[in-house]
Structures are given as structure tokens and as C-alpha cells.
């Protein structure tokens, strides 16, 4: 279905029974809403599923000539996701649409009854390091729509953190390059430009004080973020902590080891419904 919001339209699903707890799922970078397909058959048991193409993705795009910042995007996401669902929702975020989820969560804490983060950054610190991000996540869209996505799918594939993904079956491996392929490269490079990781704020201080239930997730081989949900995990103040590495995994733990995942996601969801009880 297609939803507008003051500055988006976007293109957005819903799956499982109306009634049902809702969970919000958000991609990461190059993706879609149609990446966790795999996963529905399970999450969409027990939850109310509500899959987003984030901006410059899929079918989502702005209405008019706009300056995205982190509290308008976060705003127009609330409001497209209470038209799907008026009631506050569990919330898990993949990568890109982990920084996203977590954002968004930090921006209205009252929308979100639960964050789940897999392999999501909490923002750069050191601004010499946020000084190299911010340029190569330039570079990075200036070759995009410069070469295309051709170029682009054969150089994010060759990127050592999805390594681990050569091991996936054929069929899902094609779909991830069916997604990039249908990217449109100014898309990527606006998603660079205005919610990549360069641009957000150092939210360490704010996730380790979120006190409602939280879940941070990471594959194995995903060493640069086991090591962020372990400090994360160690300072954090959640009402209900779940800190799950999954075994032999890389980025994409979700895909990687889908069993294990959804069982983890399942049950950090159904105590975080239960508390509420």
C-alpha cells in the first residue's frame, strides 16, 4: 500500500492478524521492506507486521523538493507508521534501519513499546573519525550516481562485512541483488546525505539510558558490533535486556541464521508484551 505524510510517500506492508501486537521492521542500507519476507511466515503469527521502504528506497519517495534532518525524517515515520497502527509498537531495526529505529525511538519514546537493534550503530563519537565517515559516505554517493548500480552492487558485495553472505542460499542471495539493482542510485545518495551514519549524533549516553525493553543483536563474525553491544549492554538500563550473539553469523545475522534469530526476536518480544500485561 502506498501511505503519505507531510513531506513522503511511502510504500509500506502490513501482514498478521489486525488484532495482534504491532512490530515495526526497518531495512538496512540498499534494501527494502521486502528483505524480511523470509521472516514473515513466523513474526506474522504473533505480531502485526509493519514493513516501511525507508526514503530513498523501493517505492518510497518525497512529495516535494525537501532538506531531510534526522527529527523531520524521524517525524514523518511516526506519522506513517500510526496511520498502519495507532497503538505504540515493538520496533527492530537492521543496520541502517537500526540507527533508524533507535532515532526514531529516542524522538518519541511514547510510540515505541520495545527496541530491537541488529547490527545498528549508536553514532560516531571521535570527530576525526566522523570526519572520514562524512567523506567517504560522500564519495560513496558521488560514485553511485555517477557509475551506477551496477558498479555499486558489485562493490557493496565485495565489502568485507557482508563476507558472510556468500554462504547464503542462491534464492536469497539474488533477491539482496534484486534490491540494490532496484535502487535508484539519487535515492542512495540521498539516504547517504541525510540519515548515513556521518550525520547522527552520538546516541550512547541515550540508548544506555533507555529504560524500556531492549534487545541488541549481532552475528558472531560481526566483530565491530559485538563489541558495541557489549559496551552497550554493560552500561545500559533497560527494564528487560536481551544481548544475543549469534554463532557463525556475520552482518546480516537475521538472514544468515533466521531460526535462531526469529526465536530470539519472539521471545524478547513476548516478555517485553508481557510486562505490560
Given amino acids: 500500500m502506498q501511505i503519505g505524510t507531510g513531506d513522503l510517500f511511502w510504500r509500506a506492508y502490513a501482514d498478521g492478524p489486525a488484532q495482534a501486537p504491532p512490530l515495526v521492521l526497518l531495512h538496512g542500507f540498499a534494501q527494502g521492506a521486502t528483505s524480511f519476507k523470509p521472516l514473515l511466515p513466523v513474526l506474522s503469527r504473533t505480531f502485526r507486521v509493519l514493513r516501511l521502504d ?14 531531510f534532518d534526522w527529527p523531520r525524517l524521524c517525524a514523518n515515520l511516526h506519522e506513517a507508521v500510526a496511520q498502519l497502527d495507532e497503538r505504540p509498537a515493538h520496533w527492530f531495526g537492521y543496520s541502517q534501519g537500526g540507527r533508524v529505529a533507535l532515532m526514531a525511538a529516542l524522538a518519541q519514546p511514547e510510540r515505541v513499546h ?11 563519537a571521535d570527530p576525526s573519525e566522523r570526519a572520514r565517515r ?8 558521488q560514485n553511485i ?16 562485512i557482508f563476507a558472510t553472505q556468500r554462504e547464503l542460499p542462491e534464492s536469497i542471495r539474488t533477491h539482496i541483488r534484486d534490491e540494490r539493482n532496484a535502487c535508484d542510485p ?32 549481532a552475528g558472531e563474525l560481526d566483530a565491530k558490533f559485538v563489541a558495541s553491544n557489549a559496551r552497550s549492554a554493560a552500561a545500559a538500563h533497560a527494564s528487560l ?19 535462531e534469530f526469529t526465536q530470539s526476536l519472539i521471545a524478547f518480544f513476548s516478555a517485553a508484551q508481557g510486562l505490560s500485561a
Avoid: N
Avoid at 562524512?134 to 554517493?141: I, K, V
Avoid at 550516481?145 to 568485507?160: C, D, K, M, S
Avoid at 554463532?247 to 541464521?257: K, S
Fill in 54 to 67: 525507508l526514503p530513498g528506497h523501493g517505492e518510497t519517495r518525497p512529495r516535494h523538493e525537501v532538506k
Fill in 145 to 160: 550516481t555517477r557509475r551506477g548500480l551496477e558498479w555499486f552492487t558489485q562493490y557493496w558485495e565485495a565489502l568485507p
Fill in 134 to 141: 562524512t567523506e567517504s559516505d560522500r564519495l560513496l554517493a
Fill in 241 to 259: 535486556l536481551y544481548h544475543v550473539t549469534f554463532p557463525a553469523a556475520g552482518h546480516a545475522a537475521h538472514l544468515e541464521r533466521p531460526v
Fill in 186 to 217: 539519487h535515492g542512495l545518495a540521498l539516504a547517504l546525505e541525510t540519515y548515513g551514519t556521518a550525520t547522527m549524533p552520538d546516541c550512547f549516553a541515550q540508548l544506555t539510558a533507555w529504560t524500556k525493553p531492549l534487545w541488541l543483536g
Fill in 114 to 124: 520495545s527496541l530491537a537493534l541488529l547490527g545498528a550503530s549508536t553514532g560516531i
